[in-house]
């Protein structure tokens, strides 16, 4: 079993910034095996991609609304990811998951059913 925990939402402004963050732990994780990824729910829509980091290492890669403001990156010595997001804007506003799952490379990276596990999320309010 892999547990995935995120942390860091809250309510901001827009244009301004928040860093999620996401803990890993299992029996089973391994950074060097488990794709991450970042997906977002918006109150009465579908979950959404947003980011991913490969298992296989290589750039990010991001969905196009959040590409050039938002910045995933992973720490693998501490089984951590994170979420910089910057510029933020009212269409933000979403609950932000955190997601993991072996081995998987693109282009099934941007697929929620890839994933096994997931954390609980967290809420991030883009308001002014």
């Known amino acids: 079993q892999v547990q995935l925990v995120e942390s860091g939402g809250g309510l901001v402004q827009p244009g301004g910034s928040l860093r999620l963050s996401c803990a890993a732990s299992?029996?089973?994780?391994?950074?060097?095996?488990?794709?991450m990824g970042w997906f977002r729910q918006a109150p009465g829509q579908e979950r959404d991609f947003v980011a991913s980091l490969s298992w296989s290492g290589g750039s990010p890669y991001y969905a196009d609304s959040v590409k050039g403001r938002f910045t995933a990156s992973r720490d693998n010595a501490k089984n951590m990811v994170y979420l910089q997001m910057n510029s933020l804007k009212p269409e933000d506003t979403a609950v932000y998951y955190c997601a993991a799952g072996p081995h998987i490379s693109w282009p099934h990276l941007v697929l929620e059913n890839r994933y096994n596990y997931w954390g609980q999320g967290t809420q991030v309010t883009v308001s002014s």
């Open positions: 299992g029996r089973t994780f391994s950074s060097y095996t488990y794709t």
